[in-house]
């Protein structure tokens, strides 16, 4: 159901100029560590918004998450009250794997950045061959993966502690059917 509630939301009422990605985690329970791990069937959704740095209030990001969580609400109210909503396509992001920094053997410190021509592009596509990271000597390490994905989640400093450095996904089209709410008479309260 979530990547449905992320369309329809997507669907009914547009968050001006922010784009809205789904990020499907195929993990189990056990290993999720985000509000799906509480969800009934083990569906849930998290909202986020940036990036912005740790510490800091932008009201631009206080903004959309507002508009966010408004249109999530309001979606809850349209599905409560049996409104039809037509079915689509969305792109769907899953993700793949984690890449870290690269680092010193013996230290574990981290030795390269993020390549200045990946920083700042999440979600566009990283092909073999293309710059990864930077070292601090000034050496381009390239992307050796066997498959074009797409990066998100870029220098991210809360992923710092854990070792991540990007995460890298598969991009695919999903058919959305269309959702019809039909709640039982027991459930609909008449005044």
């Not at 049996?82 to 870290?100: L, P």
């Not at 410190?109 to 993020?114: E, M, R, S, V």
């Not at 990864?132 to 992923?159: C, D, H, V």
Request: hydrophobic content about 35%; overall charge neutral; proline content about 6%.
């Amino acid at each position: 159901m979530t990547n449905l509630f992320i369309f329809l939301i997507n669907e009914r009422r547009q968050i001006p100029d922010t784009p809205v990605r789904y990020i499907h985690y195929d993990v189990t329970s056990k290993e999720s560590y985000s509000l799906d791990s509480v969800g009934k069937h083990g569906f849930g959704m998290t909202m986020e918004v940036g990036p912005q740095p740790h510490g800091v209030v932008r009201s631009n990001i206080y903004t959309t998450m507002k508009s966010g969580v408004q249109y999530m609400l309001d979606w809850v109210h349209f599905f409560n009250s049996g409104v039809i909503f037509d079915g689509g396509f969305m792109d769907v992001f899953t993700v793949v794997k984690h890449i870290d920094y690269p680092r010193d053997g013996e230290t574990h410190n981290i030795t390269a950045a993020i390549h200045p021509q990946l920083q700042d592009r999440d979600f566009c596509l990283l092909r073999p061959g293309d710059p990864l990271f930077q070292t601090f000597s000034g050496e381009t390490l390239r992307y050796t993966g066997s498959e074009p994905l797409y990066p998100f989640f870029i220098n991210e400093s809360a992923y710092y502690e854990k070792g991540i450095a990007l995460c890298l996904a598969r991009k695919r089209r999903v058919k959305i059917p269309s959702l019809i709410t039909i709640w039982p008479s027991k459930y609909i309260h008449n005044g």
